[in-house]
């Protein structure tokens, strides 16, 4: 009985790992457009779909700048499909969003 539990938990925890696994690019601090792919509410996490085909993992914090039109806007103005503006500070693997500014 513990060994089926143990390999059903197992299962379950490597298909959660490739269902909600991302792959998701590196690139150097600095300025990139792109569209919104995903929303993570719950975490305040998108992906965004840049023009060069890379695909960057942003988890805002306490000062990311959110931005439409010049005006401060909440996390839950993003939707999937945008277009943004994002401005990432590369440090070791991760990228930090400094300011996302909603084009459209």
């Not at 959660?16 to 150097?28: H, I, K, M, N, Q």
């Not at 960057?56 to 306490?62: A, G, N, Q, R």
Request: charged share 30%; with cysteine.
């Amino acid at each position: 009985m513990k060994t089926k539990f143990v390999n059903s938990l197992l299962f379950s925890a490597i298909f959660l790992f490739f269902a909600c696994g991302e792959s998701t690019d590196v690139v150097e601090s600095g300025t990139y457009q792109g569209t919104i792919q995903e929303v993570e509410p719950s975490k305040t996490e998108i992906y965004v779909e840049t023009d060069e085909n890379q695909i960057l993992e942003l988890y805002f914090s306490d000062s990311t700048s959110l931005t439409r039109d010049g005006n401060s806007v909440e996390f839950s103005t993003l939707k999937e499909g945008m277009k943004v503006e994002v401005e990432v500070e590369k440090e070791g693997k991760r990228l930090n969003p400094l300011a996302v500014r909603v084009l459209e």
